[in-house]
């Protein structure tokens, strides 16, 4: 009985805790083909974000109006936020997920 509790409270936190993102890298229509093609894209977009980036460095901002410089930062701070998800990119375990994990590490060692 005492098996059947432990294995029914972790199947239940399991299935709360434990998430894996959906990544766009991955598709059931063509595996190989479409990571590379994705990561070629990623690529490429990360690199004009770069060059965007080091343009408005090299601006002159003393010569803005004030609205213009709040667009300059809401477009850099839009661009930080994609380059992120762009690159992130993993599976990700919930605090009570690794909880888990050690325990049952624990239990079988």
């Known amino acids: 009985m005492k098996a059947k509790t432990y294995a029914l409270l972790a199947m239940v936190m399991l299935s709360f805790t434990f ?7 991955m598709t059931d229509e063509h595996p190989g083909k479409t990571m590379d ?6 690529a490429t977009k990360l690199a004009e974000m770069r060059a965007r980036v080091a343009e408005i460095k090299a ?7 004030k609205e213009e410089r709040k667009a300059l930062k809401k477009e850099l701070r839009d661009m930080n936020k994609k380059a992120r998800a762009l690159g992130s990119g993993g599976v990700y375990l ?5 909880i888990l994990i050690i325990l049952a590490l624990i239990l079988i060692l």
């Open 94 to 98: 919930s605090v009570g997920a690794i």
């Open 19 to 25: 998430g894996v993102p959906v990544s766009a890298k």
């Open 37 to 42: 093609k994705t990561e070629a894209a990623t």
């Open 59 to 65: 601006m002159d901002k003393t010569n803005l109006s």
